[in-house]
């Protein structure tokens, strides 16, 4: 068994030994739970991809405490074009946005995947970022899920050998931050020379970063040979998988989860669950075994808070399929429709 504790100074203190020591600790961040080890040391990094199961080529994420922590991780000085695209969105941060830079020679192979390039973030989260002060390192750190199954939102779901098979007898503590605000991953973006390029949606969103970058929504989005590598089947992945609509599915379910505006009738035999983004009314709720209303209002905030914690509860009801609804991909609106088309296993249109 994990511990769970809570974020006293003295759990920090032993959250980054633990760290140091090569150990792996599951951490709250602002978007979703991470499983944290120390960026610098190849075997605790290492022992991230057997915990999760995760293909070698999927690399990481690397959390630093400040913009001026930067470079130990990435290479610095940047190049002036991609200095002046991080300088358009660095106050972002700390919060749920995610930068692609060169890499730097010090970040091990293991954590970029033999990539030239490492993903960087500084995290919002208060307890993410004392234990950040606290450590002499960059943590890297992945959602703390089983590779392909649904991010950990709660403390709680980074402890359950059901959720998680494998995956918890490898973690030392589990620190408990509460809820994670945002419920969806952080916003991944490539700077690089001819134009930022959107990698992944998520809590800063698409249109907040183009009107940043000066550039329109079309031209951040736009496919990219450095997109992340979202099959965690550890396949062979080509960059035709990776063009937008084709990547693998992810974040899913183990019951079969299908998007309400495809769904016209329910086969009575069968018990069927139904994740709303608001309220239903009465006869709408009683065709349905379960219901889970994610906001009473529909605030795609609270639908993207609430929306991984409810595929998990939906995921160990005993139903035999769940029905989400959906939302406009426009803020906030693109990570959870991406996010659902992933766990869905449809295409992105
Ligand atoms: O919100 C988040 O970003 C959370 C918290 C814990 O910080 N982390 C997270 O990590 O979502 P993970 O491993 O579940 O997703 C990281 C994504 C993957 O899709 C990976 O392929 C991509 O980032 N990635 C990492 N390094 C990359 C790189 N050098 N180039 C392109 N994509 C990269
Ligand atoms: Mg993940």
Not at 158 to 184: A, K, L, R, T
Not at 277 to 302: C, I, P
Request: hydrophobic share 45%.
């Amino acid at each position: 068994m994990t511990l769970i504790q809570p974020p006293s100074d003295q759990v920090l203190d032993r959250a980054a030994a633990l760290l140091a020591d090569g150990k792996l600790i599951a951490i709250p961040t602002e978007t979703v739970y991470g499983l944290a080890a120390n960026a610098w040391d190849r075997d605790a990094v290492a022992k991230i991809f057997a915990a999760k199961q995760r293909p070698a080529n999927n690399p990481l994420i690397v959390h630093v405490a400040a913009v001026d922590r930067i470079a130990e991780a990435a290479m610095m000085p940047l190049a002036p074009e991609l200095q002046h695209q991080l300088d358009c969105v660095v106050d972002f941060w700390p919060g749920p946005l995610t930068v692609v830079l060169p890499r730097a020679s010090h970040i091990s192979d293991w954590v970029t995947a033999g990539r030239d390039t490492v993903a960087v973030r500084i995290p919002s989260h208060p307890v993410a970022l004392r234990l950040l002060e606290r450590c002499p390192f960059p943590i890297a750190a992945p959602s703390a899920n089983r590779s392909n199954y649904v991010s950990p939102t709660m403390a709680q779901h980074c402890d359950g050998p059901m959720d998680q098979p494998g995956i918890h007898q490898f973690i030392e503590m589990v620190i408990d931050g509460g809820d994670c605000d945002f419920g969806v991953e952080s916003t991944i973006v490539a700077l690089q020379q001819g134009g930022p390029r959107l990698l992944r949606p998520g809590g800063i969103s698409a249109e907040m970063l183009a009107d940043r970058f000066g550039i329109t929504v079309e031209q951040l989005t736009q496919a990219t040979n450095d997109r992340p590598v979202e099959s965690e089947t550890g396949n062979e992945v080509t960059s035709a998988m990776l063009a937008p609509g084709m990547m693998k599915e992810h974040y899913s379910p183990s019951t079969p989860l299908v998007l309400y505006s495809a769904t016209q009738a329910n086969s009575s035999s069968k018990r069927v669950g139904r994740i709303a983004f608001a309220q239903l009314d009465a006869s709408d709720t009683s065709r349905y075994a379960v219901v889970e209303t994610l906001s009473d209002s529909g605030d795609l905030r609270e639908v993207a808070k609430g929306l991984f914690a409810a595929l998990r509860r939906m995921d160990h009801a005993g139903l035999d399929l769940i029905v989400i609804d959906t939302c406009e991909p426009v803020g906030i609106g693109l990570a959870i429709m991406d996010r659902i088309h992933r766990a869905a296993a449809t295409p992105l249109s």
